[in-house]
């Protein structure tokens, strides 16, 4: 599945690329339509090339497209993977290596070397973590690996979603 998640959504967006979701945030099209912000006409013309689902909190936006698109009531994070595991089934199942970069949507890339990366990251990441990905982006290059962040993403999927 893919999804294109509207402005006011951005931690969920990060979320889902972490999760390995293709997941389009409705701000990282500013510099493609050099609009800010990217009108709801331009985010639809956009999923619907790219046949991506639009996830959104605005119900005017959501009842002129239907049928292309999840509507998400509440507030926080959490709140929202809940629903969208409700809606569409998801799984938040976390596997490094099937993740996307949480800061552009790019593929992630093991790093083979890690001595490579040294200057890059801190130094206690360095000492305590032995494997690490990079974003396939050239222009972004971030640096992930698999800590104690995403344990606590994790557990708190499982507690809050009741997820097994």
Known sequence: MKFLVDAMLGKLARFLRIFGYDTIYANDLIPYYNIDPVPDEKLLEYALDSRRTIITKDLAFYLKIKDNAIFLEGAGVYNYLKQLKLKLNLEY?????????????????????KSSIKDQIKPESFRN??????????????IFWEGPHITDIVAKIKKIIDYK
């Not at 973590?129 to 971030?142: G, L």
């Open 93 to 113: 199942n976390f596997q490094i290596e099937h993740g996307r970069c949480s800061v552009c949507n790019s593929s992630l890339v093991k790093v083979s070397d």
């Open 129 to 142: 973590y032995s494997d690490f990905y990079q974003c396939s982006n050239k222009e972004c290059s971030q």
